[in-house]
């Protein structure tokens, strides 16, 4: 069965980064696209980008350039979101999420960024 | 523009039908799939490609598209169809996503 399994939760202080992986299993990794999506509490489901698997390539918000990166290790069918420059509006549940349509989801990661 | 526009709030007597909208200039080219969050969980995918179900997704989930407004119909809602519903489709540039404020839907 699909499984998108994520690391588990993080504090970090403001101005540090911070590297979220999603391991996939149960279906051919280079043929679906992950989306990164996140929620701060309280809020609404924000895209933050996609990445393709098999090549590698991305597409970020507008809002996060510059400030993510997204990267997969075909190796070990992990993929991982790097946020960088974090401040308190960052706190928030991370999710993956497999293909365009957002079939299956990760169990999420909540990254909170304190001093 | 690359906003999805949802109604905060809906409200709908059990065993009713609720609709929920979601309008964005985006929606001309692109179909919406719609989303399901309860509590603490992570989203469900209820439609997608407009009005396709998943496997598991019981069928008084439906959709349809008009223009620049998308639909997601609960017919003959449950009480534990009681969530947020989020719509999600491209944005106008067809490279990025974006998603719907949300609507929370009260089962009464």
Redesign the interface.
């Known amino acids: 069965q699909v499984q998108l399994v994520q690391s588990g939760a993080e504090v970090k202080k403001p101005g540090a980064s911070v590297k979220v992986s999603c391991k996939a299993s149960g279906y051919t990794f280079t043929g679906y696209y992950i989306h990164w999506v996140r929620q701060a509490p309280g809020q609404g489901l924000e895209w933050m980008g996609v990445i393709n698997p098999s090549g590698g390539s991305t597409s970020y918000a507008q809002k996060f350039q510059g400030r993510v990166t997204m990267t997969r290790d075909t190796s070990t069918r992990t993929l991982y979101m790097e946020l960088s420059s974090l401040r308190s509006e960052d706190t928030a549940v991370y999710y993956c999420a497999r293909d365009h349509s957002y079939d299956f989801w990760g169990q999420g990661t909540l990254v909170t960024v304190s001093s | 523009s690359s906003e999805l526009t949802q109604d905060p709030a809906v409200s709908v007597a059990l065993g009713q039908t609720v609709r929920i909208t979601c309008q964005g200039d985006s929606l001309r080219s692109y179909y919406a799939?719609w989303?399901q969050?309860k509590p603490g969980q992570?989203?469900?995918?209820v439609i997608?490609?407009q009005n396709n179900r998943?496997s598991g997704i019981p069928d008084r989930f439906s959709g349809s598209s008009s223009g620049n407004t998308a639909s997601l119909t609960i017919a003959g809602a449950q009480a534990e169809d009681e969530a947020?519903y989020?719509c999600?489709s491209r944005d106008i540039s067809g490279?990025?996503?974006?998603?719907?404020?949300?609507t929370k839907v009260t089962v009464l």
């Not at chain 2, 992570?42 to 995918?45: D, H, I, S, W």
């Not at chain 2, 490279?95 to 949300?102: A, I, L, T």
Request: neutral net charge; proline residues 10%; hydrophobic residues 40%.
């Open positions: 799939s989303y969050q992570a989203p469900v995918l997608y490609l998943p947020v989020y999600n490279n990025h996503w974006v998603f719907g404020g949300g």
